[in-house]
């Protein structure tokens, strides 16, 4: 598949966290997808230095064929737990 089909459903899956964020009442700003390292990240940290993360690096392979819909709620599931496990 060309890259461009790897970009729209990276953006697919961005929008996805995003909506995640915001449906739980959390402001997306805190999360700062990295497209070019396929790198899922959102502060764990704020107000301190240095900024702390929750991180997880896809594969083009997941992101070409992974179900998103599974992989974004999964992603602030497990960035919720280590937050709140802080």
Avoid: C, H
């Amino acid at each position: 598949m060309p890259d461009d089909q790897l970009s729209k459903r990276w953006r697919e899956l961005v929008g996805l966290i995003q909506d995640e964020f915001i449906r739980s009442g959390m402001d997306p700003i805190n999360f700062d997808p990295m497209e070019a390292q396929l790198k899922l990240r959102a502060q764990l940290t704020f107000g301190a230095e240095p900024l702390e993360w929750y991180t997880r690096t896809l594969t083009k392979q997941e992101v070409l064929t992974g179900d998103l819909r599974l992989i974004g709620p999964e992603f602030y599931r497990d960035y919720r737990m280590e937050l709140d496990a802080r």
